[in-house]
C-alpha cells in the first residue's frame, strides 16, 4: 500500500530522515516509536506531503507522490490525525465531518451527512455532534477527528502522536478507537508513545533513531529482545 | 476685514444643506469600502503567494499606496492620470478619481489587516484542511478566510473610521462632500466657527455611528461560537 525508498528529508542543512525504506501492505498496522526529534513525525509527515520531500520516492496505493494532481489524489486517500486534533473551531462536529467529503468528494448533503452520522456514531459521539469543538474535551476532540479523517472514506489512515497532548484520563477513549479501526482492517501508519497499544494491536514496530530506522519486526519480540544496542537504551528508559 | 459677532445659529440654518455634503462624504466611504475589501483580499492573498512576481507586485502596491499620503494619490489620479489620456474626460472626472484613490488607498491597508488576519490562524487548520483533500482555495474559503474575518473585524473597523475622516481630502478637487459644502458656506457667510463645529460634531456622530457598528459585530462574532 505505502513504498518509501530512499527518502531524504533535509530542514535547511540538518539532515532529518537519513534515507529511509519502509513498506506497509495492506490492512498492517505499523507503528513508529523513537525519542523526541529522531525524525518519525517528519517521516510520517512525508507520507501525505505535509512536508517536502529532498530526496527519494513514496508511493502510495500505486500513485507516486510527485506531482501536484497526484499530491491532491493520495490525500483523498489517506487520512490523517493530528496531535492537537486541528478541527475547524467555527464548525460543529458534524460540519467538521461532512465538509471535505462534500466539497472534495462531491457528495451530496444527505449523503454526507449519513455518512457523517455513521462515524459519528462509530466514535461513540453522536449526541455531542452539534456541539462545536471548543465545548468538547480533548478526547471527544480526537474522536471527532479521527471521524472526520474517515469520511473521506480513506485507505490508509496516519496518526501523528494522536494521544500525546490528551489528559491521561482521556487517553484510553481515542486509543479504543484505534483499535477498532485496526480491527475493522483499515491499513494505518501510527507515531506514538503508547508502548501498551503498540505490543497489543501492532502488526510491525518500527524504531527511529536519528533518521534512519534501527530495528524492525513483530512488536512482541523488540519489546522482549531487543537487538540493537540503541534500541535497547531506549527502550529502557521509557518500560 | 471685521470680525462680526459669531452666528451660533447659522450652525444649525445650514444644517440640511450639510447633510446633502454628509451623503456624499458616506457614498464616497462605502464605495471604496467596497472595493477596497475586495482590492485587500486580493492583494493580501498575492503578497501570500508562492511566485515571486505576484509577491513582488503585490507588496509594491501596499507599500505605495501605505507610504505616500492619500492626498498626493488623490492628485495623482485626478490631475496626473488624464495626461496619459489624449481623449477629453467626463465633467465629473473628479468623482471617478475620488473613489479610484480613496479605493486603492483603503485596498493596501485592508491587504495588510486581511494579511495580519491569515497569518494569525494556527498552521494546524490549513493541514488539517489539506490532508483532507482540500485545494489551496478549497481550505481558504472554508477554513481559513471564515476564522480570519472574525480576527480582521476590529483593526478593519479602523480602518474605516480613518477612511470616513480622510475622504474630507476629497473636497480639495472639489467634490461636494461635507467638508467642501462647509467650507463653501464658510466661506460665504464668514462664520467659520459655527460652520466648522458643525461639520466636526457631523463627522464624529458618523464614526461613532461607525464604531458603535464594528463593537456591535465583533461581539456577535465571537458570541455565535469559538471566540
Known amino acids: 500500500m505505502i513504498t518509501v525508498s530512499n527518502l531524504h528529508k533535509y530542514f535547511g542543512k540538518l539532515e532529518v530522515l537519513k534515507g529511509i525504506d519502509m513498506e506497509v501492505k495492506e490492512r498492517e498496522v505499523v507503528v513508529i516509536i523513537g525519542a523526541s526529534g529522531s525524525g518519525k513525525s517528519t517521516l510520517l509527515r512525508c507520507l501525505n506531503k505535509l512536508e517536502d520531500i529532498t530526496s527519494g520516492e513514496i508511493t502510495i496505493d500505486h500513485i507516486p507522490l510527485n506531482s501536484e494532481s497526484n499530491v491532491n489524489a493520495i490525500r483523498r486517500e489517506v487520512g490523517m490525525v493530528f496531535q492537537r486534533f486541528n478541527l475547524f473551531p467555527h464548525m460543529t462536529a458534524l460540519q467538521n465531518v461532512v465538509l471535505a467529503p462534500q466539497i472534495v468528494r462531491n457528495l451530496s448533503k444527505q449523503e454526507a451527512e449519513e455518512i457523517g452520522l455513521e462515524l459519528l456514531n462509530k466514535v461513540g459521539l453522536s449526541d455531542k455532534m452539534h456541539e462545536y469543538p471548543r465545548r468538547l474535551s480533548g478526547g471527544q476532540q480526537q474522536r471527532v477527528a479521527i471521524a472526520r479523517a474517515l469520511a473521506m472514506r480513506p485507505k490508509v489512515m496516519l496518526f501523528d502522536e494522536a494521544t500525546s497532548a490528551l489528559d491521561p484520563e482521556m487517553v484510553g477513549e481515542v486509543l479504543a478507537v484505534m483499535r477498532d479501526l485496526a480491527r475493522e482492517g483499515m491499513t494505518m501508519v501510527v507515531v506514538t508513545h503508547e508502548m501498551g497499544f503498540a505490543r497489543e494491536v501492532g502488526d510491525r514496530l518500527i524504531f527511529i533513531d536519528e533518521g534512519v530506522i534501527v530495528e524492525e519486526g513483530p512488536p512482541v519480540e523488540i519489546f522482549s529482545n531487543p537487538r540493537n544496542p540503541r534500541t535497547q537504551a531506549f527502550l529502557s528508559k521509557i518500560l | 476685514m471685521t470680525i462680526g459677532a459669531i452666528n451660533w445659529g447659522l450652525a444649525l440654518d445650514s444644517f440640511p444643506v450639510l447633510v446633502q455634503g454628509a451623503k ?33 507586485l503585490a507588496a509594491t502596491y501596499i507599500d505605495f499606496f501605505r507610504g505616500t499620503p492619500l492626498l498626493v494619490q488623490i492628485f495623482l489620479i485626478y490631475f496626473g492620470l488624464p495626461q496619459l489620456f489624449p481623449f477629453t474626460l467626463p465633467d465629473n472626472y473628479q468623482y471617478i478619481a475620488g473613489a479610484i484613490a480613496m479605493s486603492l488607498n483603503c485596498g493596501a491597508y485592508t491587504a495588510e489587516i486581511f494579511r495580519a488576519g491569515i497569518q494569525s490562524i494556527d498552521y494546524g487548520q490549513a493541514e488539517a484542511a489539506r490532508s483532507l483533500g482540500m485545494s489551496h482555495i478549497q481550505s481558504m474559503r472554508y477554513i481559513i478566510l471564515p476564522q480570519a474575518f472574525k480576527v480582521v473585524v476590529p483593526p478593519l473597523g479602523n480602518e474605516f473610521i480613518t477612511l470616513l475622516k480622510d475622504s474630507s481630502l476629497l473636497a480639495i478637487i472639489a467634490i461636494e462632500d461635507l467638508m467642501y459644502t462647509g467650507k463653501i458656506i464658510a466661506g460665504r457667510t464668514f462664520q467659520a466657527l459655527p460652520i466648522f463645529m458643525m461639520v466636526a460634531v457631523m463627522y464624529l456622530s458618523m464614526t461613532m455611528v461607525l464604531s458603535r457598528l464594528v463593537n456591535y459585530t465583533e461581539k456577535r462574532l465571537s458570541k455565535s461560537d469559538n471566540g
Open chain 2, 24 to 56: 456624499i462624504t458616506l457614498q464616497f466611504t462605502v464605495v471604496s469600502i467596497f472595493f477596497g475589501m475586495i482590492l485587500g483580499l486580493v492583494f493580501a492573498l498575492g503578497r501570500m503567494a508562492k511566485s515571486k512576481i505576484i509577491k513582488f
